[in-house]
């Protein structure tokens, strides 16, 4: 009795085994292709106001705008070779196109560390990762294991691809980092620019990340510490033009200040160009009240927002950047 192999006949029995293997690399690239309409991630919005979206398509040309910037600069050669695949499929079928799989898969890798980056080579332009960017990665990942297991056909080749994919589910705990990250890195810029001698006013320095200054995301770990230290930052900025303060919220921040009995020959600072007539009269330096000298303040403040950052480095496991 013929089995059912040899009633098929060699020819039809080979199609029967490589069909199911084709679908699954062309539902790889159909999902590649939708990634293009779907949501990638999401930037600041202009002038520091809310967020904006960019679709997979904006992504792509903005990857190839910026081919300098290592990672997401280098993220669009991976579509080179996913455009090229389907005219590839013949020849892995046959065991052909070693080269072009192991290349594919490095450039995979590529995409996947644009959700891993070092941190130094993050950027604020991208916060938070949506569908379409996991979609075009587990596309590439998936089309490129497909073209690493048809050309050499080990299976063991699978694992690395089921092992990156698995990753994925972890970056936006750490695209969640990175913010911090760059946060915590543009305060210790301004804390420099204040411990130079004159300290630098708050607008004539360079942060590392333009653009990334506000983290609103009160439940992560490690914000209760950022948010401090931007506190402390804060009271310097508003009484940065004074010589005395006298405001109960800096009097009850900073206890250990030396605080001076009220003066009533002090004659308060009037307000200048230099000083918002709201945040003067908020922090007042009344003839009447207690006060304490600016420096005093200033340097106490400083070294608060530094122990403040060192702990949410410790916190969240960020031991890298200037200390």
Known sequence: MYSEQAMLGPEKSSTHRIVPVQIIFWLFFAGWVVSFFLPAYTGPGSFGGGTVTVYGRGAAIG??????????GWAWI???????????????????????????????????????????????????????????ELSLLGTATWFLWSAFHRSILLLPGLILAYSLFYAPEHMLKLRSY???????????????????????????????WNLRVSFHEGYGEITAASQNLRDIEMCKHRERISDDWILLSYPHVIIHPPDPNHV???????????????????????????SDMERAALSEAKTHLDDAERILGIYVGSK
Not at 63 to 72: A, H, I, N, Q
Not at 199 to 210: E, I, R
Not at 268 to 279: C, D, G, K, L, Y
């Open 63 to 72: 990857s190839m705008l910026s081919f300098f910037r290592p990672v997401y």
């Open 78 to 136: 991976a579509n080179v070779f996913m455009a090229l695949s389907p005219f590839r499929v013949s020849g892995a079928r046959h065991g052909k196109g070693q080269v072009y799989a192991t290349l594919f898969i490095a450039t995979a890798l590529v995409g996947a560390a644009c959700a891993f980056p070092p941190p130094k080579f993050s950027i604020p332009d991208v916060q938070t990762l949506q569908i379409g960017y996991f979609v075009w």
């Open 182 to 212: 760059r946060v915590i890195e543009n305060m210790k810029a301004a804390i420099k620019a204040l411990e130079t001698p004159r300290g630098s006013p708050f607008s004539h320095y360079t942060t590392p990340f333009d653009n990334d």
């Open 268 to 294: 308060p600072q009037p307000a200048t160009e230099a000083i918002i007539v709201e945040s003067y009269c908020n922090k007042d330096e009344s003839a009447a009240k207690p006060w304490v000298l600016e």
